[in-house]
C-alpha cells in the first residue's frame, strides 16, 4: 500500500501518497481501517475540508464550474432533507437552483467534484452500513449548541463522525481510536506565505491533543515540509525550516507587511485607482530611496465579493512603517476608500 509509517510512544501516523491511489478519495489504507474499525466496535473521526454535499460541480464537456454572481467562489451543494440538492455560496449565502445541464455549454455531463461531510456520511452509510454524525459550523458555534452536539454523540452510539477541521479539538468524554484527514493538503493551495503554517498547525495540534492511537493522513503531496514535520512531530524543525524561507524572501517577522485593499462594484474603477495609487507608491519610494521595498499590486484569494471586485497592493521590507508615514502625509488614502492594514498577517 502507498503509505509511509511514523512511529511515536503512542502514536502511529500512516501518511499516503493519494497521487499512487486507484480511488482519489478513499485510499486502500482507510477502507480496510474503516472497515475494521466497525467490526471491533471502535470510532471513527473523518475530516474532511467542506461543509454541504460537494464543493461544486464541473462539466466534463467544457470545464465550466458555476460561480456565485456576487462572489467569484465556486457555487457548493447541500442535499435537503427532501433529496432536493441546493446550491449554497458560503460566502454571502445566495442561494441557487441545482442545475441539470451546464450553463454554458447545456451539455448533461456534469460532475460534483470533492467529497463535503453529507456525500462522506453518505458513503459510509452506502458502503459501510453504518450511519455518521456530521459537525459542522452551524452545529458548534454557541456553547449549548456544543453540549447538545456532545450529548447526541455519546447518547447515540455513533461509530464514525464526519466533520470539519472544528474537531481538531477533541470531544469531551468521546475519544477516537482512528483519526482520517481525506485531504491534508487543504492548506497548501492558498496562495500565502503563511500557507504551510496553518497546515502544520492543523495536523500538529490534531495529533497532539487528541488521546488517538492510529492517525491516517491522504496527500497528494506527501513531500511537503509541513506534512511531514508534523508527521514527525518535530515543531522545532518545522519552525527552523519555515524562518529561513521567510528570512529569504523577507516575509515577517524578518520584514513588515502592509497590505492596502481596494474594492468597488465597477471593475474598471478598481484597475484605474488601484493603478494610479500603485504608481504614486513606486514614485515616493524612489524619491525618498526606499528601493529595497517590495510594491506591487495582485488580485485577493477571492477576487469579487458581495458584489464588489477587490484589489490589493502589497508593501513588503524592512522600511514599511517609515514609508507609510510619508505615505499619509503625501497621499489622502482614506478619504480614497483604500482600506489599510499597516501589520498584515497574510497576503490572502
Same mark, same amino acid.
Given at each position: ?15 499516503? $501518497? ?7 478519495? /478513499? ?63 458560503? *460566502? ?5 437552483? =441545482? ?8 451539455? &448533461? ?21 453504518? @450511519?455518521?454524525? *456530521? ?10 449548541? *456544543? &453540549? ?36 491534508? @493538503? ?13 497546515? /502544520? ?5 490534531? =495529533? ?16 511537503? +515540509? ?16 519555515? +524562518? ?26 478598481? =484597475? ?5 495609487? +500603485? ?43 517609515? =514609508?507609510? $508615514? ?23
Amino acid at each position: 500500500m502507498n503509505y509511509e509509517l511514523f512511529q511515536h510512544p503512542d502514536t502511529h501516523i500512516f501518511l499516503v $501518497d493519494m497521487s499512487k491511489e486507484l480511488n482519489h478519495y /478513499f485510499s486502500e489504507i482507510v477502507d480496510q481501517s474503516i472497515r475494521k474499525q466497525l467490526r471491533e466496535g471502535k470510532k471513527i473521526w473523518i475530516m474532511v475540508n467542506k461543509k454541504g454535499y460537494s464543493q461544486g460541480i464541473i462539466c466534463h464537456h467544457c470545464g465550466h464550474i458555476p460561480q456565485c454572481k456576487k462572489c467569484s467562489v465556486a457555487i457548493s451543494y447541500h442535499k435537503q432533507l427532501n433529496g432536493e440538492m441546493i446550491g449554497l455560496c458560503h *460566502i454571502c449565502k445566495t442561494q441557487y437552483n =441545482f442545475p441539470h445541464e451546464c450553463p454554458h455549454c447545456h451539455s &448533461k455531463e456534469i460532475k460534483n467534484f470533492w467529497l463535503g461531510t453529507q456525500q462522506v456520511a453518505e458513503i459510509m452509510k452506502r458502503e459501510y452500513q453504518t @450511519d455518521a454524525f *456530521i459537525i459542522e459550523s452551524e452545529r458548534l458555534n454557541s456553547p449549548s449548541k *456544543i &453540549k447538545n452536539a456532545t450529548e447526541e454523540i455519546q447518547n447515540a452510539e455513533y461509530q464514525v463522525i464526519v466533520g470539519t477541521s472544528l474537531l481538531s479539538q477533541p470531544i469531551r468524554e468521546y475519544p477516537l481510536d482512528v483519526i482520517i484527514f481525506l485531504n491534508a @493538503d487543504i492548506w497548501l493551495n492558498i496562495p500565502d506565505f503563511k500557507a504551510s503554517e496553518n497546515n /502544520f498547525n492543523l495536523l500538529y495540534e490534531t =495529533f497532539t491533543k487528541h488521546q488517538t492511537k492510529h492517525f491516517i493522513v491522504q496527500s497528494f503531496n506527501p513531500d511537503q +515540509h509541513s506534512l511531514r514535520f508534523a508527521c514527525k512531530l518535530d515543531a522545532e524543525g518545522f519552525y527552523e525550516k519555515e +524562518h529561513a524561507f521567510r528570512k529569504e524572501y523577507n516575509y515577517p517577522p524578518f520584514a513588515d507587511l502592509c497590505v492596502i485593499l481596494y474594492k468597488n462594484e465597477i471593475e474598471e474603477k478598481v =484597475f484605474k485607482k488601484v493603478d494610479t495609487l +500603485h504608481k504614486d507608491l513606486l514614485y515616493l519610494a524612489e524619491k525618498y530611496e526606499m528601493k529595497d521595498l517590495e510594491i506591487y499590486s495582485t488580485p485577493p484569494l477571492i477576487y469579487k465579493m458581495f458584489g464588489k471586485y477587490r484589489y490589493n497592493i502589497i508593501i513588503k521590507g524592512k522600511n514599511v512603517r517609515n =514609508f507609510m $508615514d510619508i505615505v499619509y502625509s503625501k497621499l489622502n488614502l482614506n478619504a480614497k476608500w483604500f482600506k489599510i492594514n499597516w501589520d498584515a498577517d497574510t497576503i490572502v
